[in-house]
């Protein structure tokens, strides 16, 4: 058994633990990380990625089959080589993990393969099969993340009963794919199967899809997706299933009415759960809170000295960039530094197409929380570069406050929404106003004019607006 001493050891190497390893060995930290698996975490290997790969490649299918004439290009003869689809989104996969690996240990960081079990507050064991490594640190930073939650009506089998993590890796088409949760998972897979040819119906227990963004950008989000020829049922709760020869029926419940839906595969997408399991953590007796997430406080400490936590195992948006910025705040906060994360300006985004992204919070949460707000909105059928690249369909929504005019929140349905979101993320950290917003010169012709336009019309001024 080898032994070896570090000033931080952090375990699972997602965009939360990966990020906070060579944070700390920037700031001159000894440093250590732990995985079990492969580098890179569910983002980079189950999650963002691969699924960012899949939605780009049938996109440009979508695009051949459905839009090229429009262009006056004309193509015969479109097919889809799925396994060729499925090798190049592994590849990218691939790149990326060895770019991790090249990032931490450029940065002087030093990886171990195996599973990371905290022993005492500064020892850890790495088990890789036979084979046990002692880790001694004042810090430990668990970032092990979260796995897909399970409906008890409907355990994973990995084949017909999936999670994300089989979605992004089917060897064929499904002729009818259900999906159960309308939510990031849920109309991001969707997209990707139903343009590989799927009938795809999506289930959704809250009255809308994509629920977390304003109620503007949900209902023509829907219309859009539904032209798109996904089938939705909101308002549903599915309450269980039986297998019927070789097909899955699901049973669900709307309005009070029984639907039956009938599906070869079921992708359940209905959120996910922290994983606080088998790394030690009961046993040292770090606290969880009442939903199974590590507790911490604002410098995302553990009731036990010299043990930290960050990313989808505690509270906050299940998201990579937040775990990332945590990585990079406790990096600083070991290291005697001021980390701090702002969770008041976190984007959010939806990689469907158009894409769905928001920053800051919607009309609705802004009612909810009594606050009176002024909101504008602007259309992309009258933007000039969304007529000219033929992606016109979308919506711009600002809200700010009615009585200071501060930017409160940004929601966008539009082609490329996730880099649209950039610009009013950093108005938004500077604390802008709405006003600011309207002022900047946004170049012309682009997208982007039309989150001027929005701005503008918080107070009636839009001109490009009817
Ligand atoms: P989610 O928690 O965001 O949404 C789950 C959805 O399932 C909700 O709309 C919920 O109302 C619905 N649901 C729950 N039980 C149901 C039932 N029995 N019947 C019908 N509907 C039901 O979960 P999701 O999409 O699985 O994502 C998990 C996490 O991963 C989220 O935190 C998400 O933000 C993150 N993620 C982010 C991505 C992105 O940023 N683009 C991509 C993929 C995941």
Not at 405 to 426: M, P, W
Request: hydrophobic content about 40%.
């Amino acid at each position: 058994m080898r032994e070896h001493v570090f000033d931080v050891v952090v375990i699972g190497s997602g965009p939360g633990g990966y990020v906070a390893a060579i944070r700390a060995s920037q700031l001159g930290l000894k440093t250590a990380l732990l995985e079990k698996g492969e580098l890179g975490g569910t983002c980079l290997n189950v999650g963002c990625i691969p699924s960012k790969a899949l939605l780009h490649s049938t996109e440009m299918l979508h695009f051949a089959e459905k839009k090229a004439a429009n262009h006056g290009i004309q193509f015969s003869g479109i097919s889809m080589d799925l396994s060729q689809t499925m090798k190049r989104k592994d590849t990218v996969v691939e790149t990326l993990r060895k770019g991790v690996r090249a990032l931490v240990t450029k940065k002087g960081g030093s990886i171990f393969e195996g599973l990371g079990i905290i022993q005492n507050p500064d020892t850890i064991v790495v088990k890789k099969g036979e084979e046990e490594t002692i880790l001694t640190a004042k810090n430990i930073i668990v970032a092990t993340g979260s796995t897909p939650i399970e409906l008890s009506f409907l355990p994973y089998d990995g084949k017909t009963v999936v999670s994300s993590d089989q979605a992004i890796a089917f060897d064929s088409v499904p002729a009818e794919l259900a999906v159960i949760g309308a939510s990031a998972i849920g109309l991001e897979l969707s997209s990707v199967w139903a343009r590989l040819g799927s009938k795809v119906t999506v289930i959704e227990y809250l009255p809308k899809i994509a629920p977390s963004f304003d109620d503007d950008i949900c209902k023509l989000s829907e219309r859009v997706f539904k032209r798109q020829g996904l089938i939705f049922h909101t308002g549903t709760k599915v309450t269980g299933a039986e297998s019927k020869r070789d097909k899955l029926v699901l049973t669900a419940e709307k309005n009070g009415k029984d639907v039956r839906i009938e599906a070869d595969i079921v992708l359940v997408a209905v959120g996910r759960k922290p994983n606080t399991k088998n790394t030690g953590l009961e046993s040292v007796g770090v606290k969880l809170d009442d939903k199974g997430r590590i507790q911490i406080d604002q410098h995302f400490k553990t009731n036990i000295p010299g043990i930290y936590a960050i990313g989808d195992v505690v509270a906050g948006p299940m998201l990579a960039h937040k775990a990332e910025e945590e990585g990079v705040a406790v990096a600083e906060i070991i290291a005697g530094k001021a980390g701090h994360v702002n969770y008041e300006v976190i984007p959010n985004v939806i990689y469907t197409d158009p894409e769905i992204a928001s920053v800051g919070i919607s009309e609705q949460e802004a009612k909810e929380q009594g606050i009176e707000v002024v909101t504008g909105k602007f259309n992309l059928s009258a933007n000039g570069r969304a007529i000219a690249s033929d992606v016109t369909e979308g919506l711009v929504k600002v809200i700010a406050d009615a009585k200071t005019d501060k930017l409160l929140g940004v929601q966008i349905l539009a082609h490329n929404a996730s880099e649209l979101i950039a610009a009013s993320v950093t108005h938004m950290e500077y604390g802008g106003s709405a006003e600011d917003l309207a002022r900047t010169i946004h170049a012309h012709p682009s997208l982007s004019e039309s989150i001027k336009e929005a701005a503008l019309d918080v107070d009636g001024r839009g001109i490009h607006s009817l």
